[in-house]
């Protein structure tokens, strides 16, 4: 069959492929050596490179974070207790912005403890892992303070509950109150 | 190593010593090997596949570019695709990559070429046979991608139908569909009833 001399050159030839064989066979391609050069680089070997360099560029970093936190742990561990009075005015600055207020109430050295406490006391992992030895006059303030936080928590409860009762209506204490009058 | 280039050699038979040779071996695919050697860093191997695969290369820039610059292009390619070759991601698939490779580089060629100047294939001729050459493959040229392609495979570089498939990915019946039309085409396109 003439198609399969063109699919697979077997079977019968067909005269008129045979030709254009010949032809356009002046066409064909020549052998050439490939010619490559020596400085070429394969994006193989690049990749490489690159991965090594960001690999080792990562451990760096990993290690140099690893160090300042070490540094930082141990700075922390090794500086002397604060006194009391520093510590109140570390929980005043966290709560408040304006270190001006808390600075008119204590010596001008006070301020610029103030201004340097939070940078000492920021980490979690040592706050945590400290236990802050108070003494008996700062334990007394400590829960001199406490129990106005309570006192005053209680007042609001109540002051909310009233209000809560005010609102919806009721009053136990008189339930004909609001009754229509009957007769 | 002496099984790796027997392989390659039986890839470069042609016909039926090729077809009836990958009947009876099972073998592993000498590109996946080659490529792999490759990127190994044996460059040397790379050559193999050059010229395995230059061929491929040259017919499909010989469909689409003026001859004069498929040499030189057949080279660039090739070394392209040495420094871009560990993007292949299947080492099986060589031959369909490079071809894709080959076909963009000459729509590139095509594109830039209209932006500057228009390159005629008027290649010095050294006899009338060489002429009559570049006149059937300017016919070839105007007929559809598919068709011009498998054609100057077929008839210019001497490839058969089943080695088409395997070189270029595509399968068999596709090959075989766009032979036979495109050969009814540059018939029709030749009036060989008149004869060459």
Known sequence: MKDDYLWDRSGEPDSEVQQLEEILGELRYQSRPLEIPADLKTGGKRFNFYAIAAAVAMIALGLGAWLAIQKQETQIATSPQSPSAEVKTVTREDSKPAPVIAAADKPAPAVTEITRRPVRVKSHRSRTTRTPRLSSEEIAEAVAAKDQLMMALRLTSSKLNYAQKKAQGSNPATPVYHQHKIG | MYELQAT?????MTGQQQVSASHTSAAPSVEAQLV??????????????YSLYAPLVHGILLARMPRCEVEDTVQEIFLHALKKLHTLRDANAFGPWIAMIARNRAMDFHRKSRETVEVSDQIPANDTRNTKAVE???????LPDAYRETLVLRLVEGMTGPEIATRTGLTAA?????????????REKLGFEEGL
Do not use: F, P
Request: glycine share 8%; charged share 30%; no cysteine.
């Open chain 2, 8 to 12: 390659a050699d039986a890839l470069v």
């Open chain 2, 36 to 49: 792999r050697a490759v990127l190994e860093g044996d460059r040397d191997v790379y050559g193999r596949l």
């Open chain 2, 136 to 142: 059937i493959l300017e016919i070839i040229r105007t």
């Open chain 2, 174 to 186: 596709s090959v075989r569909v766009n032979l036979h039309r495109g050969m009814k085409l540059l």
